[in-house]
């Protein structure tokens, strides 16, 4: 019983010299289950913040989206927006983008 904890402990406190057998033993049997080890050990898991939706802005040039009348900018967005990407988009909300002068060069809509 004595053998076992002494080796044990040589193993648990890496105390055998370099270029032992022992030590090249230890070598090979880490480096064995770097390679042959199960791959979910190694694998970031997904939390459940992943699983959320995120939304992105999407920066629309005023030319881009045009002169539109005041109530059918969200619209005229999502029009654009449809015939860019080939799908019904739907847009949470839009913000004004001005330059420094304040004048407006875009919108930015946020996909739902």
């Known amino acids: 019983m004595k053998i076992v904890l002494s080796t044990l402990k040589k193993v648990l406190f890496w105390s055998y010299d370099r270029g032992s057998w022992q030590y090249d033993i230890m070598c090979v049997l880490i480096l064995a289950f770097i390679f042959f080890g199960p791959n979910d050990v190694f694998h970031n898991h997904r939390s459940s913040a992943a699983d959320e939706i995120t939304e992105w802005p999407i920066f629309m040039s005023r030319e881009q989206v045009g002169q539109s ?5 969200e619209e005229k967005i999502r029009e654009r927006l449809a015939e860019k990407y080939g799908h019904e988009v739907n847009v949470s909300r839009i913000e004004q983008v001005r330059d420094d ?10 996909e739902k």
């Open 69 to 73: 009348e005041p109530g059918r900018l």
């Open 101 to 110: 002068a304040g004048q407006l060069t875009g919108y930015l809509a946020w």
